[in-house]
């Protein structure tokens, strides 16, 4: 809705994302459900009939529940989903909800049945291909390329097909089929030309694995001139040319980074890797609070700058907000990655600032 007068329903949702930014989680979950309950005390047919008012509740009702998911609040999830699920567009989609709570919550048989019953009465591509997401979040790999395929047959549109070859990319990434992970990729780019635009997350993925050759076939592609140039220096350092490297990184910190998480992230690595830790804290200062920098990467590079320069309870403030999001993650892990692991020992020599921040990292193997 359009109207910002205190008190109205957009107000409230803007007031329960900032206070859910800034990690006042009772507050937040409390005006997320004040939405929810002053629109379910209106009779459903007065809903059904107003768009804006159905957009709403729904946009309040998910926010709800992942404020209580955060929380582990599961089981007043699940009760908010049944409440409002007769008053949304597709009731199933509050249902389709409730059984990823449950295998969240450690019911992983029942709620993985609960989701295939609704995939198979439903019969739509976008069912199938949530109960694939779950199953390789689970690592039921076989059970959840099937459940790809479902979905395949089941496309109506490019976008659907698309979405489930997006699936099917992560999907194989996890099993180390890289030829197959790339033939889908391929499918989804064809399809959704705006994919193009996340090229760069290919050729990181291949740049680590070290397959080069392949990584800059992809980089080729890539219309970003910040993630391109970044790309390009990290294959250099990964085929041994130190300088090369170092020179194109340093025609990224010239650049301007944008404003897409992916150009801002490769711009932040880009002055860490060069030494000029106050160039990312400068950036950071720009985009306080805190709580509105957007990605785990951006958030784990300026905790890294922050390291270089001595700073290490700054430091931790940044690798702690990185971590908590993660926690509230599906699958939730609890460190950040062993990439960034490596690049924080490789480039803060004071060993007792290093082991002040270790216990926010994975020390022991490769990490996403």
């Known amino acids: 809705m359009s109207a910002e007068l205190p008190g109205s329903y957009e107000s409230m949702f803007r007031s329960a994302l900032e206070a859910a930014g800034t990690g006042r989680m009772d507050q937040a979950i409390e005006l997320a459900l004040r939405i929810v309950n002053r629109l379910c005390r209106l009779r459903p047919e007065s809903i059904a009939g107003k768009p804006d008012l159905q957009d709403t509740l729904r946009r309040g009702w998910y926010a709800a529940v ?4 955060w929380e582990k609040r599961f089981s007043e999830a699940v009760d908010l989903c049944n409440q409002v699920a007769d008053r949304l567009r597709d009731p199933d989609e509050a249902r389709q909800l409730v059984g990823s709570l449950m295998i969240e919550q450690g019911q992983i048989e029942p709620g993985l049945a609960y989701l ?31 459940s790809c395929r479902a979905a395949l047959s089941l496309a109506q549109d490019n976008d659907q097909t698309a979405s489930v070859n997006l699936t099917l990319f992560e999907l ?3 099993t180390g089929q890289v030829d197959q992970a790339l033939s889908a990729w391929n499918m989804a780019a064809v399809l959704n030309t705006e994919l193009n635009d996340l090229v760069s997350q290919v050729c990181d993925w291949l740049i680590h694995r070290g397959d080069l050759e392949k990584a800059k076939i992809y980089l080729a592609r ?15 350092w990964h085929s041994n040319l130190p300088q090369p490297a170092r020179d194109k990184w340093r025609r990224v910190t010239q650049m301007k980074a944008g404003t897409s998480g992916t150009a801002i992230e490769a711009w932040l690595e880009a002055a860490v890797r060069l030494r000029e830790p106050a160039k990312v804290t400068e950036w950071a200062q720009q985009a306080q609070p805190l709580a509105y920098v957007q990605g785990i990467g ?5 905790g ?7 700073d ?20 939730p892990r609890s460190t950040l990655s062993a990439r960034h ?8 020599k004071d060993q007792e600032a290093v082991q002040s921040v270790a216990s926010y990292f994975d020390r022991g193997s490769d990490g996403a």
């Open 66 to 69: 992942q404020f209580l998911r």
């Open 116 to 146: 295939r019953e609704i995939a198979e009465r439903r019969q739509e591509s976008s069912y199938w291909a949530h109960l694939a997401v779950e199953q390789i979040v689970l690592q039921q790999f076989e059970l959840a390329e099937a």
């Open 172 to 174: 194989y990434q996890q």
């Open 222 to 236: 890539d219309k970003n001139p910040v993630t391109q140039m970044f790309y390009q220096g990290l294959i250099d």
């Open 298 to 302: 951006e958030l784990a590079l300026v």
């Open 304 to 310: 890294i700058a922050h390291a270089m320069q001595g």
């Open 312 to 331: 290490t309870a700054q430091a931790q403030e940044w690798f702690r907000e990185a971590t908590t999001r993660l926690q509230r993650r599906w699958p």
């Open 341 to 348: 692991w490596a690049l924080l020992t490789d480039l803060v």
